[in-house]
Every structure is written in C-alpha cells, then in structure tokens.
C-alpha cells in the first residue's frame, strides 16, 4: 500500500471529535438523498469531502483549493443563486452533482451540478473570487449533445457574488431544434472555433412530464395579422413551457397570463424562439405546477406601468396601492450585512410583475434598486426581495407602480387537463 493510501486510511479510521460528529450527524439528517444513492453512500461523499477539506486541498489547483475550503458545505448552487426552476429542481432532487474543474482560456470554473427534467439543459458553476469578469468564458463556448454540435439553441447565464466573495452562477441551455434529446448524453463545451473541448459533462434526465395538445388558433379583434396558435403545454418537473406560433407576424408585443382553475398564477420566467424558420414558433417558460390541476389558462396581455406610487416603512405593515392591478402589503423588514430584504405579499391579478418592479428611495430622493428578482415564499403570494449598501439610510420609502392592464381579448384559451 502507497504511503498515502496508508494515510487515507489512517484518518478514515480516526473516531471523529464529538463535535464535529454531531455536525455531521445533522447534516446527514437534512440531506437530501437522490433515490438511486443510499445513505451509507452519501456518507462515503460526506466523508470524502471532509478528507479533501482537511487533507486533500494541497493536491488540488488554487482556485479550486480556495473554492472548497469558502463554498458553503452540502449546499447547492442552484438553491444559492438559482431561479425559480432550478430551486424546484433541487428541491425535487433532480440535479446530479458534478465538481468538474475546467480551465477556458485563462479562466478556471467549477462547474458544480446539473439540472435536465426534458426543458432546459442547467448546470451551476463557480469562479474564484479574484476574477475579474466571472462569466468571461461565454464568450468563447459553443455546445454539442454527444459530439454533434447544437445548430439552433437559445441560452442564459447569471452570477451573483457571495459573501464570500466568490461567484457562483447558472446556464441554461434551450434546445430549440424539434428532435428530441435522448434521456441520457454528454454535453460538451468546446471553444468557438471548434479546435479545444474544454469539458465533457454526462447529463441524465430526471423526472417525468406530460404534455397536452392545445390544438387552438386564435385572432386578436378580428385582425389576422396578430393571430396565435396555440400547440403545446407541457408540465415539466421545473417548469410550465407553452408551444406556440405566430403564423402572420413577426411582432411579438405582448406576455401570457397562464393560471389554473384554483386561481393560481405561475411566475413567468422566459420566451425563446424555437427554430422553424417563416413560422416563427416560440416557447414560454412558467414556473412549474405543484400538482396537476383539472384546468389551465392563457391570457395574454399587455402591462403597462403608469404612475409611480410609495409608502414610507416606519416598522408596522403599510398597504401600497397599484390601481387596477392589485396592491402590495409590506409585512416587515430584516437588516444583516448592509442589506435588507423585504418582505411583502401581493395581490391582485399581475401578481409577478407587481411584486418585481419594487425600488427604494430615501428622503433625498437617492435610488437603491433591489439585487434581483424577487423570491417567493413556497405555496403563498408572498415574497422576499433584497437590497444592498443601504446601512445609512435611516428613513426610506417603497416604490413601486400602477399598472394599466389591457387583456387582448379573443386570443386567450383554456385547456383541461383532467379528462
């Protein structure tokens, strides 16, 4: 046996100190467990990780030594940074963990989990924190599923900056070709001209979806020009994606209300172009549904904000009017490291956009806009929404706006899912 596998197993078979094995005891707890690893495996990553930790790093490059040793312990990028969709994934225990290291160009980044359920390819990723542009190497990456390279593809990339000054962030990769990606592949990232595969980075599909045929054409006041035929929806895992196109025109001006026969309304989160080309087929991304339900609607509309409206927050819940749209309850506050975070709920008929578009003002009239989008707290209309570099203020006021809301009648539809 080589020397460090005897020190390996040396360190293995040290009792741990009574503290740090409650901690691990809790954690082991709170794990969230995929259904195909069981217990004594995950605590085999446990333990592997905590070897790194504490004897491992000086074998591993810098930045990644540095990203192990500041990176909260069992807790995912996704659920850090994360949207809606993937917070769902990882709650639902649909991500595969990766911890694969890969250098583009001069830029070293962890790509930490992967998230596909038959929607979006997601992976979660992390740079160092002494880089200077974190998401430089989009720059210079195309993707191919199983060495073919994607032709037509739409994609999103975010990051935040830690507290611990690193920075962790997402992408999301929506294939747009018809073809149907098989349930298991490897997703490469190669460089823009084609010569270096910077990773190779195997993807599973987990969990299942349905999909229902819409089958539905419909004209906006008796005007062909803005007609909608609706195709598709499917209820993904993450996600409620509905298939349609726009046969006569180009001119995308408007955004979709879906919502369910209990009055639930899903939070949008994108629209992309599908790739047929003189169809002009799209896809709208929803969050997802907790459970199926008998029925569904789209509306589409346009929201358009007017006046702008406040409320000074003197530590007691103040009501802010947003006309015919609804209205938002701030409901309390929480200061921690010069941020504070909100908390509010909303209600009315726009419940997403006007519990977004929320900004801060002080007695001086200074801006401070929120760190992104707002959070929802689960199975409620309430929301959490932070702000930073705010510890001076002593007195502010919460913005937000009326809304003019114009629902374009004839183009809405409804569909049952329970036959």
Do not use: C
């Amino acid at each position: 046996m080589e020397k460090w596998e005897q020190e390996i197993v040396k360190q293995v078979n040290k009792p741990l100190p009574e503290s740090i094995e409650d901690r691990v005891n809790l954690t082991l707890k709170g794990l969230k467990r995929k259904r195909n690893r069981s217990l004594k495996q995950r605590f085999g990553i446990l333990t592997a990780v905590m070897l790194f930790i504490t004897i491992g790093l000086s074998s591993l490059s810098p930045s990644f030594a540095e990203s192990l040793r500041s990176f909260p312990l069992l807790k995912s990028v996704f659920e850090l940074v994360g949207g809606v969709d993937v917070k769902r994934g990882s709650e639902l225990l649909l991500t595969t963990e990766l911890g694969q290291e890969v250098k583009i160009n001069d830029q070293e980044i962890i790509f930490t989990e992967s998230l596909y359920d038959g929607s979006k390819i997601n992976l979660g990723w992390t740079v160092p924190s002494n880089d200077p542009d974190p998401w430089a190497f989009k720059e210079d990456i195309k993707f191919t599923i199983d060495g073919k390279r994607i032709e037509d593809y739409g994609g999103n990339i975010t990051y935040e900056k830690l507290d611990n000054g690193m920075y962790a962030g997402t992408i999301s990769i929506d294939i747009r070709s018809e073809e149907l990606l098989p349930e298991s592949f490897v997703l490469g990232l190669i460089s823009k001209d084609e010569t270096v595969t910077y990773a190779n980075i195997p993807i599973v599909q987990e969990g299942e979806y349905q999909s229902y045929t819409i089958g539905q054409s419909r004209t906006w006041d008796e005007n062909e020009v803005f007609q909608v035929d609706y195709d598709t929806v499917t209820l993904y895992p993450t996600t409620t994606v509905i298939s349609y196109s726009l046969p006569k025109s180009t001119t995308h001006f408007w955004d979709f209300q879906v919502y369910d026969d209990q009055g639930r309304v899903l939070q949008p989160i994108s629209v992309s172009g599908v790739g047929k080309t003189n169809e002009n087929h799209y896809k709208a991304f929803f969050e997802s549904f907790e459970t199926i339900p008998n029925k569904i609607f789209i509306k589409p509309y346009m929201l358009n904000p007017s006046s702008k409206v406040s409320g000074e927050w003197k530590g007691k819940p103040i009501t802010i009017d947003q006309g015919k749209a609804g209205s938002l309850k701030i409901l309390d506050q929480k200061m921690e490291n010069n941020k504070l975070t909100l908390t509010y709920e909303a209600e009315g008929y726009r419940i997403f956009e006007q519990s977004d578009r929320i900004w801060l003002e002080d007695r001086k009239g200074r801006t401070y806009h929120k760190d992104g989008t707002a959070i929802r707290i689960k199975d409620t209309n309430k929301y959490q929404l932070t702000f930073s570099n705010i510890s001076e203020i002593d007195s502010y006021y919460i913005y937000t706006y009326q809304f003019n809301t114009n629902y374009l009648e004839g183009l809405e539809v409804s569909i049952d899912l329970q036959y």
